[in-house]
């Protein structure tokens, strides 16, 4: 059974910084893409950046801020995505998805993603 789990979340001061990680398991997919995706209070989830064997992406929202790094090992995936320089409006749930049989991060959008995790919430303070 796939599983994602994400960690990390928590309350921060503006300019602070977070290291969210999302652990992948029952993994039996070489070829494998790992979304971040987030939705703020009243809005809708987006995509913020995604990690592949071939690239990696960032939403120009996080760009600059953000760093996202993986670590793969045998049937499990950790993701951490670092979060620097963190502002109000960063604050949502955080999520991690996994797109499965891809070399190359896919449009982050939810019908490209075959797993999801269940989310950490990020609360940055003004």
């Known amino acids: 059974e796939v599983q994602l789990v994400e960690s990390g979340g928590g309350l921060v001061q503006a300019g602070g910084s977070l290291r969210l990680s999302c652990t992948a398991s029952?993994?039996?997919?070489?070829?494998?893409?790992i979304g971040w995706f987030r939705q703020a209070p009243g809005k809708e989830r987006e995509g913020i950046s995604c990690?592949?064997?071939?690239?990696?992406?960032?939403a120009d929202s996080i760009k600059g801020r953000f760093t996202i790094s993986r670590n793969n090992a045998k049937n499990t995936v950790t993701v951490y995505l670092q979060m620097n320089s963190l502002k109000p409006e960063d604050t949502a749930v955080y999520y991690c998805?996994?797109?499965?049989?891809?070399?190359?991060?896919?449009?982050?959008?939810?019908?490209?993603?075959?797993?999801w995790g269940k989310g950490t919430l990020v609360t940055v303070s003004s």
């Open positions: 998805a996994a797109s499965v049989g891809v070399t190359r991060c896919p449009h982050l959008s939810f019908p490209n993603m075959n797993y």
């Open positions: 029952g993994f039996g997919f070489d070829e494998n893409a």
């Open positions: 990690i592949s064997d071939d690239n990696t992406y960032y």
